[in-house]
């Protein structure tokens, strides 16, 4: 599935499944991303808000205000994919078909 389809479940399914993915595939794993995150936050002076996962859920030390909320959406309408993807009402995931190539070999390669 591609990076792109990802972010659309992300924000249009709220699917956290697709943000753990996209993490692993960012950094390599949750925490390393959630630090970006909140890196991010202090970048653009987010200091009400503070995140534990990607999903925002079950931690008791994440926290986001509407204040600070308001400034992230500010700053995500500034980016053109960002804008198309919070604009989409709905997106279908096209079907991909992989085919294993070559079973015994060591890679066990997919292509497309």
Known sequence: ????????????????DASLAIAKYVVGDEKNFVHLMNEK????DM???HFESVEGLHHG??????YDLMKLLQYG???I???EIFSAKQ????????VLKDFHSQAHCLIK
């Open 61 to 66: 030390n994440h926290y986001l205000t509407a």
């Open 1 to 16: 599935m591609r990076v792109e389809d990802r972010l659309y479940g992300v924000m249009l399914h709220s699917g956290a």
């Open 91 to 98: 997106y279908g995931v096209q079907k991909r078909i992989y």
């Open 47 to 49: 200091n009400q808000t």
């Open 77 to 79: 309408m500034k980016n």
């Open 81 to 83: 994919t960002f804008k």
């Open 41 to 44: 936050l202090k970048e653009l």
